[in-house]
């Protein structure tokens, strides 16, 4: 029976790495009922579990065989299932739908993943890689991601809601038609990374670096904005009803940026330039103006 091979040989290789059953299941957040059952054959682990156990017990992911996702389909046991994913616009597509919920990722190399539509719920990601990764369409709801490492992917069209997100690289992300809710986002680095048609709702954000950002259509409401550079082309942007605190815009250029805030007297602008319409926002803000030159039409 497949779940007695599978059994067998999670057994085999923890008893070769000298690791008891307690220490297997603390090292993966369970029970030690849970991986005497897996040993026993009377369930199997599901396949984003048997991700961290080969890389526990330092074998590669055929040890467990060839056929191990229908086995975890035939125990019904969280399975990898291929079934469409709808997309931003409603249309289905062929990606994978894997649901990796309530995890405790640390450490994990996930770099180079590509197609997926992921859910990543209520979990803990600390020092994780997901560099050059297509993780568009992403779910991450009330995670907290810490010193883990984006840089290249793809998270356009992502939703990104109720997250502690700290000390993370964002450089040359893809950001477009993402959503950020009710988050913290502090001390990221987006350097390079693409704004484009990407909204912040009321969220905390802070500390972070924008350097080479493209900020097109990208809102801001309702959102804390504190100790930030802005740098380059913001065109067709809006603040509203959000708040600064050691805000700067420097060697900015300001097109159709919308500003309804109240006071904007502690923005700070060097060296920057706006259209008509943005400068009138500005001023009607009590915004020191007199870092802003006029664009000529």
């Not at 040359?172 to 990221?188: L, V």
């Not at 987006?190 to 350097?211: E, P």
């Amino acid at each position: 029976m497949e779940t007695n091979m599978i059994g067998n040989k999670i057994a085999k290789a923890r008893k070769e790495t000298n690791i008891s059953q307690a220490e297997l299941a603390e090292r993966l957040f369970i029970s030690p009922q849970a991986v005497g059952k897996w040993e026993r054959g009377e369930s199997i682990p599901d396949i984003i579990t048997v991700n961290c156990l080969a890389e526990i017990l330092g074998v590669d992911l055929n040890y467990f065989s060839e056929n191990f996702q229908s086995a975890t389909e035939a125990a019904s046991v969280k399975p990898l299932v291929k079934q469409p994913a709808e997309s931003s616009s409603g249309k289905q597509d062929d990606r994978l739908n894997w649901n990796m919920s309530r995890g405790n990722w640390v450490d994990a190399d996930f770099s180079g993943l590509k197609s997926l539509h992921e859910k990543f719920s209520s979990s803990n990601m600390q020092r994780c890689k997901f560099i050059g990764s297509d993780l568009s369409g992403l779910l991450l709801k009330s995670n907290h991601i810490d010193n883990s490492d984006f840089r290249g992917s793809d998270l356009s069209n992502s939703h990104i809601q109720s997250c502690d997100i700290v000390n993370n690289q964002f450089n040359d992300c893809s950001m477009k038609e993402a959503t950020f809710s009710g988050s913290h986002i502090k001390s990221c680095d987006f350097s390079g990374a693409d704004f484009t048609g990407a909204t912040f709702k009321s969220s905390d954000f802070q500390k972070n670096t924008m350097t080479n950002t493209v900020l097109n259509r990208t809102s801001f409401d309702g959102t804390q904005l504190s100790d930030i550079v802005f740098e380059g082309t913001l065109e067709d942007c809006s603040f509203e009803n959000s708040a600064f605190s050691r805000v700067t815009f420097q060697n900015s250029k300001l097109i159709n940026t919308f500003f309804k805030c109240g006071s904007l007297k502690r923005i700070r602008f060097i060296d920057c330039q706006a259209d008509r319409m943005t400068y009138e926002f500005l001023k009607n803000g009590k915004a020191d103006l007199s870092g802003i030159t006029l664009l000529t039409e």
